[in-house]
């Protein structure tokens, strides 16, 4: 297993899936991750959908299956004097500390009990803005973020995106590399800091070009439906079993593409003017060669023809991926309660190698053993608080 961050202490106060992809990234290569849940119940992240079988349950989540995995579960009610007491000395021992819950409510400031400690706090905006105290969803998210204006049809509405892998994911890997920013400073003599990760300005910074593109030269690139725009070979195609993307943008490339399709030579495609200036003349005429096959043999065969071409893969073919079956992405992983599932792997390779997923926690599977091992709580001072409600 990849361990470069063995050295790196977590503690995780999530019950937003940014923060807890945040803390999966850090577990992923080898820091200690500890996740402090709620006595009852755990961590909100264990309570949303898909579950498996469709049978709600802590331990049945299959989002928090995914991005818990490779932590320790701690059950402790910070809210709670005790709580928050053990908390603190939780701390005193921490790199990190991965928030969304406001633990500075419950244990006064954290940097009082590790002044080199890095507290990454989740938001949704910025704090001192006018929007610091607004809810928000992924929705609404996704609007403010800029994304949603890009998709859809130029002359209808926006489309809905994809919006928990932006204003959950995107604000998570963001949060996980300004941290390490920040221990790395920490660890050169200098201080813990307070560090707010805003799920809007995170999706702001990653929304392409368009903002550059503005600001630039004045010009707003529009939605443009299934195609870029302008670009007549530069968009989504029918194909007999599903859609493919062809991204042919040279000359040569969409001549290649024309000659595949039947067309070469056609007066009215002579130019890239004429291409763009009868764009959906240019769609149909290509588009009859492309739906008459399957997406295999269209992207094997503009594959072999230079001229760029992908398929559009569902979610359950992805898997079955040649590339991604020769990579070993897709690991089985045994869970005490759901039994063996099958994970994604990390996006990047370490020396030649995945670092090996670790499966996710039981609710509380952990508390006594950090307790005990770590914060020198003796066997009755586990049953107390036990007792108590506190764990």
Not at 11 to 26: I, Q, T
Not at 58 to 70: D, I, K, S, V, Y
Not at 337 to 352: L, Q, T
Request: one cysteine or more.
């Amino acid at each position: 297993m990849t361990d470069l961050l063995r050295d790196i202490r977590v503690v995780e106060l999530s019950d937003g899936c940014a923060a807890a992809f945040c803390g999966r990234l850090f577990a992923r290569c080898g820091a200690d991750v500890v996740l402090v849940e709620r006595p009852r119940g755990g961590s909100a992240v264990r309570w949303e959908p898909p579950f498996l079988d469709d049978q709600p349950g802590t331990e049945r989540g299959g989002l928090f299956m995914f991005t818990a995995a490779g932590k320790r579960s701690m059950t402790l009610d910070t809210s709670h004097p005790d709580g928050a007491t053990l908390l603190g000395r939780l701390l005193e021992r921490a790199d990190v500390l991965i928030d969304d819950r406001g633990a500075a409510a419950d244990t006064g400031s954290p940097a009082k009990a590790n002044p080199r400690l890095v507290h990454l706090v989740f938001r949704n905006f910025t704090p001192g803005g006018p929007y610091e105290k607004w809810l928000a969803g992924e929705l609404q998210l996704a609007a403010l973020g800029g994304w949603m204006a890009q998709l859809g049809e130029p002359r209808r509405t926006p489309l809905v995106s994809n919006s928990r892998t932006m204003t959950a994911f995107v604000p998570g890997v963001v949060g996980a590399i300004a941290a390490l920013a920040a221990v790395r400073g920490a660890r050169a003599g200098g201080r813990g800091r307070r560090i707010d990760v805003a799920a809007q300005e995170a999706l702001l910074f990653t929304t392409r070009f368009n903002e550059t593109f503005l600001s630039s030269t004045g010009i707003e690139i529009k939605r443009a439906g299934d195609r870029f725009t302008g670009w007549a070979a530069y968009r989504t195609f029918k194909a007999a079993d599903g859609d493919v993307t062809a991204a042919a943008a040279t000359d040569a490339q969409i001549e290649k593409l024309m000659e595949l399709a039947g067309v070469a030579g056609d007066p009215r495609f002579a130019t890239r003017k004429d291409r763009e200036s009868r764009i959906d003349e240019f769609g149909v005429a290509v588009g009859k060669w492309i739906a008459a096959h399957s997406r295999e043999h269209v992207f094997k065969v503009c594959q072999e023809n230079r001229v760029p071409m992908g398929k559009v893969s569902r979610v359950d073919e992805v898997p079955e991926m040649e590339q991604v079956k020769a990579r070993g992405f897709f690991e089985q992983v045994e869970h005490p309660v759901a039994g063996r599932r099958r994970m994604p792997g990390g996006p990047a390779k370490f020396g030649g190698e995945w670092p090996r997923v670790r499966r996710p926690p039981i609710l509380g599977e952990h508390t006594a053993e950090i307790l005990r091992g770590e914060l020198g709580c003796s066997g009755e001072d586990v049953a107390a608080l036990a007792a108590m409600g506190v764990i």
